[in-house]
């Protein structure tokens, strides 16, 4: 069973910087979309950042401007840099990709466990 290992979550004060990275437990066939979640205490799960193969990036609004994402396809990786962050950042955050264990197997999409990052002064 393939899993997402995430690191880089924290407490920060507001304006600081983070870095999450997020890589596979185990050689793949192949990853396609990668992209980063993220979920605050009594609300849904929202998108975050997401990043293609060939890397096209998209952002959510709140972001766009302060996190990048950013991917190093031969290590399986994907990462989030979060800057001028602020209060309302707060959140667990979850990496997400989507991958072919082999090449008969399907394509699946895959969670991690989640990483926090507190925003707070």
């Known amino acids: 069973q393939v899993q997402l290992v995430e690191s880089g979550g924290g407490l920060v004060q507001p304006g600081g910087s983070l870095r999450l990275s997020c890589a596979t437990s185990?050689?793949?066939?192949?990853?396609?979309?990668m992209g980063w979640y993220r979920q605050a205490p009594g609300k849904q799960r929202e998108l975050v950042a997401t990043?293609?193969?060939?890397?096209?990036?998209s952002y959510a609004d709140s972001v766009k401007g302060r996190f990048t994402i950013f991917r190093n396809n031969a290590k399986n990786t994907v990462y989030l840099q979060m800057n001028s962050l602020k209060p309302e950042d707060t959140a667990a955050y979850y990496c997400?990709?989507?991958?072919?264990?082999?090449?008969?197997?399907?394509?699946?999409?895959?969670w991690g466990q989640g990483t926090q990052v507190t925003v707070s002064s």
């Open positions: 997400n990709a989507d991958i072919k264990i082999a090449t008969m197997l399907p394509l699946v999409s895959y």
């Open positions: 990043i293609s193969k060939g890397g096209t990036t």
């Open positions: 185990q050689s793949i066939f192949d990853i396609y979309l």
